[in-house]
């Protein structure tokens, strides 16, 4: 399979890249990527005619992976050799250093897709979603200033929705994977390394939490405490934790989720694997992909299900594609289990923020 990479440019094409750097993920917004190509005698680079603001597609073989701007071209020389370097990002960079356009300011009775769509289109992008029948978003005023990005994933957290961008440069909002690549990655089999990070430090045996009104003298106000309590029996020693969750006055069952999720992302959050794979492609020959699941045995690194012989199915957070003449082609996954990827409840609106509350 054709696993060169190329880097497309108005009606040109540029391949044999002798250092490569891509990388994709669930919890980063845009996809980025590095290119060298490096000749002894200066000439034929040339050329190669990159600026930057250029639109462009990165392409591994005949798969799509990036499709934005080039932000950087660095050519350099010296008495042995003449290089470039190209450095660019997802047409989603916009998203994050743009300023948010939205007429008057306020946003009131739609959806994140909606609002995403709209603070979208002004730069150009288009989204998706997997997910039906969105939460209603209570009316909030936009912070003048805010990017596109701060304002879509604050909407997003609050429909439990994760953000990122695709190959064709594009934004989606999703929940945490369901589907499997097509294999995965085994001790001994297609693992060069891997390091495995179990921690403790950050889970706690009891987490409570509470809501209050930040008004609780105004006649709005509401004085009392809601209180939610959630415990891990996976920590055996007394470690409490207390939270504030983001509500101050309705949607009660906030607090409670608010403790569920700090809980479940940091059970999840407790081992994390990053390995090195020696092929960009699953035995299918499909390109790994963030927001996959994949099945993964290290038993060396006591990284197995509950029996010890088999793999365990967790989600492919990062992918970052590699080639230099020093490692060959490689790509290193990081992966965790799926809970910890879920996104964190939040409420959006200070006064009214629940469907319930809400003045009709």
């Given at each position: 399979m054709d696993d060169d990479l190329y880097l497309s440019i108005g009606n040109q094409t540029i391949s044999g890249w002798?250092?490569?750097?891509?990388?994709?993920?669930?919890?980063?917004?845009?996809?980025?990527?590095?290119?060298?190509?490096?000749?002894?005698?200066?000439?034929?680079?040339?050329?190669?005619?990159?600026?930057?603001?250029?639109?462009?597609?990165?392409?591994?073989?005949?798969?799509?992976?990036?499709?934005?701007?080039?932000d950087r071209y660095t050519p350099?020389?010296?008495?042995?050799?003449?290089?470039?370097?190209?450095?660019?990002?997802?047409?989603?960079?916009?998203?994050?250093?743009?300023?948010?356009?939205?007429?008057?300011?306020?946003?009131?009775?739609?959806?994140?897709?909606?609002?995403?769509?709209?603070?979208?289109?002004?730069?150009?992008?288009?989204?998706?979603?997997?997910?039906?029948?969105?939460?209603?978003?209570?009316?909030?005023?936009?912070?003048?200033?805010?990017?596109?990005?701060?304002?879509?994933?604050?909407?997003?957290?609050?429909?439990?929705?994760?953000?990122?961008?695709?190959?064709?440069?594009?934004?989606?909002?999703?929940q945490a994977g369901t589907v499997q690549a097509a294999s995965g990655f085994q001790q001994g089999i297609n693992v060069q390394a891997a390091t495995v990070q179990y921690s403790s430090d950050q889970r706690f045996s009891k987490y409570t939490a509470y809501t209050q009104s930040v008004q609780m003298y105004s006649d709005i106000g509401v004085a009392g405490n809601v209180i939610a309590v959630v415990e891990d029996t996976g920590v055996k020693r007394p470690r409490e934790r207390v939270i504030i969750a983001e509500a101050v006055?309705?949607?009660?069952?906030?607090?409670?989720?608010?403790?569920?999720?700090?809980?479940?992302?940091?059970?999840?959050?407790?081992?994390?694997?990053?390995?090195?794979?020696?092929?960009w492609r699953d035995s299918a020959g499909a390109l790994w992909t963030p927001n996959t699941l994949v099945s993964i045995l290290l038993p060396q690194l006591k990284l197995a299900d509950e029996s010890g012989t088999g793999p365990v199915t967790w989600l492919i957070g990062e992918v970052t594609f590699q080639r230099n003449m020093q490692t060959g082609t490689t790509a290193t996954i990081t992966a965790m289990r799926p809970e910890a990827y879920l996104p964190e409840p939040t409420a959006l609106q200070p006064m009214f923020v629940d469907g319930s509350t809400i003045p009709q």
């Open positions: 002798t250092d490569v750097r891509i990388t994709r993920g669930i919890e980063r917004l845009p996809s980025d990527f590095e290119l060298g190509l490096t000749e002894l005698y200066p000439g034929q680079l040339d050329r190669v005619v990159v600026q930057p603001g250029d639109e462009c597609q990165v392409m591994i073989g005949s798969s799509l992976v990036i499709t934005g701007y080039v350099s020389m010296d008495a042995h050799s003449h290089t470039i370097r190209v450095a660019g990002r997802g047409k989603c960079q916009d998203l994050v250093d743009c300023a948010a356009m939205w007429p008057n300011g306020q946003i009131s009775g739609t959806s994140a897709l909606d609002v995403s769509t709209k603070l979208a289109a002004h730069y150009g992008i288009t989204v998706a979603c997997d997910v039906q029948n969105l939460r209603p978003i209570p009316q909030f005023n936009l912070f003048l200033g805010e990017s596109c990005y701060e304002i879509i994933e604050r909407i997003s957290r609050y429909s439990s929705l994760l953000v990122y961008d695709t190959p064709d440069g594009n934004l989606t909002l999703a006055q309705g949607f009660q069952d906030l607090a409670k989720q608010r403790a569920t999720w700090e809980m479940n992302r940091r059970i999840g959050r407790a081992a994390v694997v990053t390995l090195t794979t020696d092929s």
